[in-house]
T-cell receptor
Framework: GAVVSQHPSWVICKSGTSVKIECRSL??????MFWYRQFPKQSLMLMAT?????????EQGVEKDKFLINHASLTLSTLTVTSAHPEDSSFYIC????????????FGSGTRLTVV | AQTVTQSQPEMSVQEAETVTLSCTYD???????LFWYKQPPSRQMILVIR??????QNATENRFSVNFQKAAKSFSLKISDSQLGDTAMYFC???????????FGDGTTLTVKP
């Protein structure tokens, strides 16, 4: 089945630095990828929709200058948390949908970001 | 905008018994997809079962089945012969055929007790 690889699985960074998270579809082309944020024991909050070759669509309230998304190829989307602060600490998950297929999403394994 | 409501924050069931998780949704669309996802302690999201709104037949996947009531906008998940490995947080999700993005419920934490 479809596999989405997300790296790193966890990262600790200092306040003020930037962190890049990668999301790769390993055996299919993902025209659309989604980025979520999840707090402990809560639901997934959609941050943005990433479309290959075009600008990401951000959900209301998500700072596009803080959370930079790049979807340069059909198999790779990246989320960069710029000038990270402790309140950005969270679990970030990506998911991908194979173009034209509506079998639901395949999720990456998530990235736990801790900003100290 | 679509909304998805899971009214049971936590549930528990004895191993080998059956449990049903509730989900209701609100939409004005006629064509859409509904999903149940499982998130175990590893936090890896796993697709459990999927239902197309245009299909009247309820989806089944081994021990997992749904009761889809389109008019009532209800989409419950039944887990039969519960196993310890079923312990997880379960999310109900709605996906529009047009927008492509999903709306998730708040989740139900299921604990299977030995």
């Amino acid at each position: 089945g479809a596999v989405v690889s997300q790296h790193p699985s966890w990262v600790i960074c200092k306040s003020g630095t930037s962190v890049k998270i990668e999301c790769r579809s390993l055996d299919f082309q993902a025209t659309t990828m989604f980025w979520y944020r999840q707090f402990p024991k809560q639901s997934l909050m959609l941050m943005a929709t990433s479309n290959e070759g075009s600008k990401a669509t951000y959900e209301q309230g998500v700072e596009k200058d803080k959370f930079l998304i790049n979807h340069a190829s059909l198999t790779l989307s990246t989320l960069t948390v710029t000038s990270a602060h402790p309140e950005d600490s969270s679990f970030y998950i990506c998911s991908a949908r194979e173009g034209g297929q509506d079998y639901g999403y395949t999720f990456g394994s998530g990235t736990r970001l801790t900003v100290v | 905008a679509q909304t998805v409501t899971q009214s049971q924050p936590e549930m528990s069931v004895q191993e080998a018994e059956t449990v049903t998780l509730s989900c209701t949704y609100d939409t004005s669309e006629n064509n859409y997809y509904l999903f149940w996802y499982k998130q175990p302690p590893s936090r890896q999201m796993i697709l459990v079962i999927r239902q197309e709104a245009y299909k009247q037949q309820n989806a089944t996947e081994n021990r997992f089945s749904v009761n889809f009531q389109k008019a009532a906008k209800s989409f419950s998940l039944k887990i039969s012969d519960s196993q310890l490995g079923d312990t997880a947080m379960y999310f109900c999700a709605f996906m529009s055929t047009n927008a492509g993005k999903s709306t998730f419920g708040d989740g139900t934490t299921l604990t299977v007790k030995p």
